[in-house]
C-alpha cells in the first residue's frame, strides 16, 4: 500500500496479513469513531478500549472514546502512562495495570448511556499497551493506546511483543493518514 505524504514523496507501508483491514484508514473520509471500530476489531478488544489522543502545546487531548473528548485533557508534564509514553517516544505494555500508579481519573467516566438503571460503574483497565505516533521526522503528534479492562486481571488476556508491535505499526498508519492531524 502506497501513501503519497505532503512532500511529494511516496511512502510504501507493508502491513502483515492480520493487519491488511488498516489499510482503510489511508482512505479520505473515515471517521474518528470508524477508527476506533477499526482499531478494536483488529485488536480484539471492545470499542471503549481504544483511546487516540492528538498532542496540541503540550497537552494530551482524546479523539476517541468520543465520550472523553469534552472531559479534560492530559498534560505533558503529568505522571500520566500517556504522557510517558510522547515524552519517551517509546511503546510500552502493562500487564499488571491494575498495580501500577496512575490517575484513574479516565477510567471512571462512562459513556453516554439512556440507560439510568445501569449505577455500575466501568470495569478497571488491567491491561495496557502504549505506543507514540510519530511523524517521518519522530515528532510526536499523539498516542495509541490499547486496554482490556475487566474486574479481575485474572480473566483479561495479557499483550503479547506480537500486539505491541502490531499497534507500533497502526500508529505508524495513522501517522501516515494525517487522521490524527485532522480530527
Known amino acids: 500500500m502506497t501513501q503519497k505524504p505532503e512532500d511529494g514523496a ?18 479520505e473520509g473515515i471517521t474518528p469513531p470508524e477508527v476506533s471500530t477499526l482499531l478494536a476489531k483488529t485488536f480484539k478488544v471492545q470499542h471503549s478500549e481504544v483511546a487516540l489522543l492528538r498532542l496540541e502545546g503540550g497537552l494530551l487531548r482524546f479523539v476517541f472514546p468520543e465520550h472523553l473528548r469534552t ?3 492530559i498534560p505533558l508534564s503529568s505522571k500520566a502512562v500517556a504522557a510517558h509514553t ?26 453516554g448511556t439512556n440507560d439510568a438503571d445501569s449505577p455500575a460503574p466501568p470495569a478497571p483497565i488491567q491491561k495496557l499497551m502504549s505506543v507514540p505516533i510519530l511523524d517521518q521526522r519522530a515528532t510526536v503528534l499523539g498516542v495509541l493506546q490499547i486496554s482490556r479492562k475487566g474486574l479481575d486481571a485474572r480473566f483479561t488476556q495479557d499483550f503479547s511483543r506480537e500486539d505491541l508491535h502490531d499497534l507500533e505499526l497502526a500508529a505508524g498508519v495513522l501517522a501516515v493518514s494525517h487522521m490524527i492531524q485532522v480530527c
Open 10 to 27: 511516496v511512502e510504501e507501508i507493508i502491513l502483515p496479513e492480520n493487519l491488511l483491514p488498516l489499510g482503510a484508514l489511508l482512505g
Open 86 to 111: 510522547a515524552l519517551s517516544k517509546k511503546a510500552e505494555i502493562f500487564n499488571n495495570f491494575a498495580r501500577v500508579k496512575h490517575a484513574s481519573i479516565f477510567e471512571t467516566i462512562k459513556p
Open 71 to 73: 472531559t479534560g485533557a
